[in-house]
């Protein structure tokens, strides 16, 4: 073993430019995988970090109406412990109850909008598994004033330092810190940094009437039930349950209702449902995952490709080797030695270098995504070096075996190398430009994708409108002031007030309408509320009847087309609508236009029928005390320009002159709408990533395979420059096998990723046709890197003295 170990050694140091290669491309190959595979070993373990998650399982609620058909996330915080009497099987439930908007949390002088927030159950923390850095989990929720933070959220606003007793303001409500726990991990669908009692004074009092509440949508609900439990058998019962509760207030409207379990494992790569958290995508992971594999086979490619030609240049070593009695085994060892030595070199340089990364200046996109704690631990280093010793054997394994089933002559020995060449490199190369040519077509019609969505117009306008949240009843009772004062400013083109992000925020539910045979019928609807200023403001367009109007003295509303054309309307003026069980709207709601339609909502999903109900802010003056703090809405500011540093001063004093109780934090609609589409732009990204890295290890390859060549046939260049052949003759004899290797591998990365990306394409409602001639232009772009890398190597061999080409020893 020792004799091997020198032996590959000295080879390593003898032959320097071939071992940087190889080591260079397994070790950015290795830094690749290794992220790749932290990314996918920690999307396919999500919500497995307690112990307790096998028991656990999230409750979805099903809204069923005719042809309509809902599934939320959320539902009534009362639900939960409704069933539990009624259900032996429940052990036990935890519940996250919604605040309606972010609530404003103060923290001495400072203010802010905090979104990962809930009212919880005590038995939270035992049941997702926290671990207490200061206070007792059984008792932090007790009190209906407490709230617990965690530890991250502790650092930022305590520096760390025990908080304990700290008093932290949500909403106007005083709230006393009496536990900090250990952060919510990554691999969690559901994040939050502080939790107060689900009892608290900050939420909006359930109706009194028992049936009633379990109307109401606000909480998450997961139940405790024995392991392996059939979730049928819940599903059964609470349709049952269900029946016999709200018979009589449901009667004959048609409207029922059933609940589904999924582990909590499962949640978030399950099916997407209403007001549920951002969920995942199986098939990204694995695709990202496929990646990974891609990216180190094309590097270990590679290095079978170098190093069987490599060994060609060692038959003269071997054979001396052989002739002096040396065994199969022997010489298959020496080479093993040598791959396994730099595939175990290329991992830990890639092992250090990610550490460099992340505590040097990772985007926090990657630190938050990868936790690299488990990649520090002495067993995943030994797994590895052990997985690098592996793939180091096995990328060593055929050349050493090629090498070492050779004949050799006295001819051989005199001249150093053998005519025969293995099939199987030229199939690796073709393997290899597969890959690159299939990455860089796949990067170019995802942006083209994406370019696709960016562009189209979505039926109104984002460009310079600031959206701004105003919470509370008594606040926005004063926005029509706030307004006149912001409409004043020269900068200012409009303004407008709604109850959701303009454009593309709706809410959804049952509601009354008038069909086209003048019944009023049940349907769920997605709607907006907006005041008389909507229309002007977002650019939207309207095709019959008029806007709504601050002096129209009926209740009314505007229509999309797609309702229209769902509703078969031939006349939509003067239609009736209204929300169910509400006294002032019901069927009391008039049609008086329709606009045309606009993507409200994803552009992954067609338009759905919409329904925009005029507000204004005086109706939020006679709301009772018990949910008047709790309102929320948006105005939004249309600007004649970008955003300068002294209107944004401008805007901020003339908000504090108005809504002094009220941080001034803003968002660009046009950020809120890109925002739909950060899983696609990450997808982009990475392609392009992978894509660059696909393409660099070829070339390095390339780099040494060319350098071989030249090396192998230099006498060869120098009679054929003697005979007067031109150096582009030359290139072409040096490369046109290689230029013909290529050619296979457009074919067949064509077919692969025209595949690929059409099944792709077909989760989106639009989505743009693929242009065939992206297939030849990744394989032209990948064809002309080869040439430029290989005329790189080449050009000195070709253009130096043919004297020095043909002189012997």
């Excluded at 030695?337 to 990772?362: G, T, V």
């Excluded at 189209?456 to 004063?478: D, H, Q």
């Excluded at 696909?694 to 780099?703: P, T």
């Excluded at 071989?708 to 004899?733: C, D, F, N, S, W």
């Amino acid at each position: 073993m020792l004799i091997h170990l020198k032996l590959a050694l000295r080879t390593l140091r003898q032959e320097r430019f071939y071992a940087a290669i190889n080591v260079t491309g397994l070790m950015i190959a290795f830094i690749c995988t290794l992220l790749i595979g932290l990314y996918v070993f920690q999307s396919l373990t999500y919500d497995q970090h307690t112990e307790s998650h096998k028991k656990l399982y999230r409750a979805t609620i099903d809204l069923i109406n005719g042809d309509s058909h809902n599934t939320f996330a959320l539902m009534s915080d009362a639900m939960a412990p409704t069933l539990a009497l009624q259900n032996p099987d429940i052990e036990g439930y935890v519940r996250f109850k919604t605040l309606p908007e972010k609530p404003i949390v103060s923290i001495g002088e400072e203010k802010y909008l905090e979104d990962a927030i809930f009212g919880s159950d005590s038995n939270v923390f035992q049941q997702f598994g926290h671990q207490s850095v200061y206070g007792d989990p059984s008792t932090a929720l007790t009190s209906p004033t407490s709230i617990a933070i965690s530890d991250s959220f502790n650092q930022r606003h305590f520096s760390g330092e025990n908080s304990l007793g700290s008093i932290i303001t949500v909403n106007d409500i005083d709230y006393q810190v009496t536990l900090v726990f250990s952060d919510v991990p990554g691999n969690s669908h559901l994040k939050y940094n502080l939790l107060f009692p689900i009892n608290s004074p900050g939420f909006i009092p359930s109706p009194a009437n028992p049936v009633m509440a379990l109307f109401t949508v606000n909480t998450y609900t997961y139940f405790i039930l024995p392991e392996t439990y059939d979730v049928q058998k819940f599903s059964d019962f609470f349709d049952q349950f269900w029946e016999e509760t709200t018979a009589e207030v449901l009667g004959d409207s048609g409207i029922s209702s059933s609940m589904a379990l999924t582990p909590v494992a499962d949640v978030h790569f399950g099916p997407t449902v209403e007001f549920d958290q951002p969920t995942g995508n199986l098939l990204t992971v694995y695709a990202y995952g496929i990646i990974g594999v891609l990216i180190m086979l094309v590097a270990i490619v590679n290095y079978i490709n170098l190093a069987t030609a490599r060994a060609t240049r060692r038959f003269k070593e071997v054979a001396i080797s052989r002739l002096l009695g040396a065994k199969k085994r022997s010489l298959i060892m020496q080479f093993l030695y040598e791959s396994i030595m730099q595939a175990l070199i290329a991992a830990i340089l890639a092992l250090i270098i990610i550490e460099i990364i992340f505590q040097a200046n990772a985007p926090a996109s990657l630190v938050n995504a990868l936790d690299l704690t488990s990649l520090r631990t002495p067993l995943a280093i030994t797994g590895i070096l052990f997985f690098a010793g592996i793939l180091g054997m096995l990328a060593g394994l055929y050349p050493a075996s090629w090498i070492s089933r050779q004949k050799f002559s006295s001819r051989t020995v005199t001249s150093g190398h053998n005519r025969t060449e293995p099939i199987l490199r030229q199939v690796l190369i073709v393997f290899q430009f597969a890959v690159t040519i299939s990455v860089i077509a796949s990067t170019i019609l995802v942006l083209s994708q994406m370019y696709f969505i960016s562009n189209m117009p979505l039926g109104f306008e984002t460009e310079n409108r600031m959206v701004i949240t105003v919470k509370g009843a008594s606040a926005i009772s004063r926005v029509p002031a706030l307004k006149n004062s912001l409409n004043s400013l020269p900068q200012i083109e409009s303004t407008t007030f709604t109850n959701f992000d303009p454009g593309v925020g709706f809410s959804a539910g049952n509601w009354r309408i008038e069909s086209a045979q003048s019944q009023m019928e049940n349907s769920f609807m997605s709607y907006q509320n907006a005041d008389a200023d909507y229309l002007q403001s977002m650019g939207l367009e309207l095709i019959e009847g008029r806007f709504m109007s601050p002096d129209d003295e009926n209740r009314t509303v505007v229509v999309n087309e797609t309702l229209v054309r769902t509703m078969g309307w031939t006349n939509p003026i003067g239609k009736r609508s209204g929300m169910p069980g509400s006294p002032e709207t019901q069927d009391s709601e008039i049609v008086v236009g329709v606009v045309k339609d606009f993507n409200f909502d994803s552009l992954e999903v067609p338009i759905n029928p919409l329904i925009i109900r005029l507000t204004r802010p005086e109706y939020y003056q006679s709301l009772p005390d018990s949910v008047a703090p709790h309102q929320i809405a948006r105005l939004t500011i249309v600007l004649s320009g970008p955003a300068s540093g002294q209107l944004i001063q401008q805007l901020s004093s003339t908000w504090q002159e108005h809504m002094p109780e009220l941080p001034f934090e803003f968002r660009f609609l046009d950020d809120i709408v890109a925002s739909r589409y950060t899983s696609e732009t990450g997808i982009f990204n990475s392609l392009s990533y992978f894509s660059g890295i696909s393409v660099f290890i070829s070339c390095i390859g390339l780099l040494g395979l060319t350098a071989y060549t030249t090396e192998r046939r230099t006498r060869e260049i120098g009679i054929r420059k003697v005979l007067g052949a031109h150096p582009r003759q030359l290139l072409g004899m040096l490369f046109r096998n290689i230029f013909v290797l290529i050619l296979f591998a457009a074919i067949i990365a064509s077919v692969v990723s025209y595949l690929s990306i059409n099944a792709w394409l077909s989760g989106f409602a639009y989505r743009d046709e693929i242009n065939l001639l992206v297939f030849p232009a990744a394989a032209i772009l990948t064809f002309c890197l080869a040439l430029l890398t290989m005329t790189l190597q080449a050009w000195k061999p070709i253009h130096r003295n043919p004297v020095h080409a043909l002189r012997y020893e």
